[in-house]
């Protein structure tokens, strides 16, 4: 039997917010029922820009984003690529549907920084209206749907969010949720950085999620004559150098 990923019910209706108060709550890892999703968007992509604040993990972190996973379809493994980039564990088993909107924070060493990053989980139906403000969304579609996903990513975010195209269960040639030739094709039409993941094997993981931070951290700080850091460039870089694949 399957049960609902669901926030319901669980912790507080409370949102992370965009100041220091939020770093004080006990959660690392915030549920929210679905029907509070939308009042509990952050206002912010940028959560905390300054010298080293305590995250509620006990860790210090110099600079936090807010990173969406959303725009993936259901089933498309959104859950599982943030349990295996956060706690490196697979969650095998029965599908359990996400519902509402989840968070989970992780804070990594990008440049000699300690960059934050609160990635939220949501629920394949939820979309974008509850992560209108995040920066990055990270998008994990069947590829016939990518179009509409990203009107609707343009529509319903800020102008300057990062988009990265994910083509997650590469490792499994039944499950893999695009074939790469076409994902390279299809992101390369539409402009935006792609890459395979595999939350089961690993395959990626850390490097999609550094990808990001470094872009992010690279837009925050960059001064004005420095050439905009290339996320594409970077990702097929680190794979030729590792070989083929992180994991
Ligand atoms: N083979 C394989 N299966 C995966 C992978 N990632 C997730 N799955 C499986 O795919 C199913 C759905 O994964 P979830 O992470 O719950 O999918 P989701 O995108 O969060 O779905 P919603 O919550 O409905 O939006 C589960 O049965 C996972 O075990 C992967 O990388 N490889």
């Known amino acids: 039997m399957s049960r609902k990923k669901t926030g319901k019910g669980k912790g507080s209706s409370k949102s992370p ?6 770093s004080s709550s006990s959660r690392d890892s915030g549920r929210m029922a679905k029907g509070l999703a939308a009042a509990a968007a952050p206002t912010s992509g940028l959560v905390y820009p300054c010298r080293p604040s305590l995250g509620n993990s006990g860790e210090f972190y110099d600079i936090a984003f807010k990173v969406s996973d959303a725009g993936g379809d259901s089933g498309v493994g959104k859950t599982c690529l943030l349990v295996r980039f956060k706690d490196g564990a697979f969650l095998a088993g029965s599908f359990i549907s996400t519902v509402g909107i989840d968070f989970r924070n992780k804070v990594m060493g990008i440049d000699a920084l300690k960059v934050k ?29 990518l179009s509409a996903w990203l009107t609707e990513i343009h529509e319903f975010t800020q102008q300057d969010v990062v988009v990265m195209l994910l083509g997650n269960k590469a490792d499994s040639t039944h499950d893999r949720v695009v074939k790469r030739e076409e994902g390279e094709k299809l992101a390369k039409e539409f402009g935006v950085p792609f890459m395979e993941t595999s939350a089961r094997s690993g395959l990626n993981v850390e490097l999609a999620f550094t990808a990001v931070a470094k872009e992010l951290k690279h837009r925050t700080m960059k001064e004005p004559d420095e050439p905009n850091f290339q996320l594409q460039e970077y990702v097929d870089k680190e794979m030729r150098t590792a070989g083929c694949c992180h994991s």
């Open 117 to 145: 990053l609160q990635i939220w989980d949501t629920a394949g139906q939820e979309r974008f209206r509850s992560v209108t403000h995040a920066y990055i969304v990270m998008l994990m579609v069947r590829f016939t749907c």
């Open 17 to 22: 917010k965009a100041s220091p108060s939020s």
